[in-house]
């Protein structure tokens, strides 16, 4: 396990001997991240860095189980010193204090709506050599598993002739993930892994290589949740783990159901117990 430490925050060379100046905030956004990693004491382990190339375009496909997969994905990336660009929700890129931040790094809005414009936006970003770090399943993955790939992702490596390194990323939904609540706690063990590079054969077709990817991404996040270091707490702390591992999660039929819903805007949000009565509740545990 590796906690990152102040001396590695401070590093001169954390991104090369020649960073490029025009990414002075991204790498300003970084060690405050790395700050933020420090103070939380989160443990991580990250392998597979090696796999990433040093230079020339690619792309970083990885599952998806919680809302700072991106903070915990672009340090697999820093061994090689290179830097992601994120695609990602193009409401984030408009809202007030997020948004600077976003485009100042070079990441790519995704209008779901108009996804073409994105699209080309990344090959154009790969083919300048850039790393692109995609989530090709769109969302989330309430079941913990990883969902129906979008086709994205292996038509962009297609266009612009660039491997995919596939990626898994676990034990960020402990602290913030879709349907349950954020939960700042401290020494929460993080895994990466990263992947052998997945190069397109000659001729073969989007199809093929989304398999290929979405079997080494299955692979992958099978290895980082078996060898997690830490474990539920009891009961009641099941609910991170998938339930294939005898978590409480939803299942991937389950979880598909609850993206309709999200979707369709007819999930039910749970209600929120009148404050009297949850004061009620803690004089009556007393």
């Known amino acids: 396990m590796e906690i990152v430490r102040w001396r ?12 490029d100046r025009r990414d002075r905030p ?19 382990t990250v392998r597979g860095g090696e796999h990433v190339p040093t230079t020339g375009g690619a792309i970083i496909c990885s599952n998806h189980v919680s809302y700072l997969d991106f903070t915990f994905l672009g340090l697999g990336a820093l061994p090689a010193h290179r830097l992601v660009r994120f695609m990602a929700k193009a409401s984030v890129f408009g809202h007030w204090f997020a948004g600077p931040f976003m485009r100042a790094m070079g990441h790519i ?15 154009r970003a790969l083919k300048d050599g850039e790393v692109v770090g995609v989530f090709p399943e769109a969302t989330i993955s309430s079941s913990f598993t990883v969902k129906d790939l979008k086709a994205g992702a292996a038509r962009m490596a297609l266009d612009a002739g660039v491997p995919i390194v596939p990626a898994a990323v676990w034990g960020g939904q402990r602290i913030t993930t879709k349907h ?13 892994l990263l992947g052998e590079p997945i190069v397109a054969a000659p001729g073969e077709r989007t199809a093929a290589l989304l398999r290929r990817t979405r079997a080494a991404m299955e692979e992958l996040l099978d290895r980082a949740q078996r060898e997690y270091p830490q474990q539920p707490a009891g009961p009641d702390d099941l609910w991170w783990q998938p339930a294939h591992l005898g978590g409480t999660a939803p299942t991937p039929e389950e979880a598909k159901l609850l993206d309709v819903a999200d ?24």
């Open 8 to 19: 590695d925050i401070v590093r001169r060379d954390l991104y090369g001997s020649r960073p």
């Open 26 to 44: 991204y790498r300003f956004v970084v060690r405050m991240a790395m700050v933020v990693f420090r103070l939380f004491g989160f443990r991580f």
């Open 109 to 123: 809005p995704v209008d779901r709506k108009a996804g073409a414009a994105a699209f080309e936006a990344a090959v």
């Open 180 to 192: 349950h609540k954020p939960q700042l706690r401290r020494g929460v063990a993080i895994t990466v």
């Open 263 to 286: 979707y369709s805007g007819t999930r039910k949000k749970a209600k929120r117990p009148h404050p009297v009565a949850r004061l009620r509740r803690r004089l009556l545990r007393r």
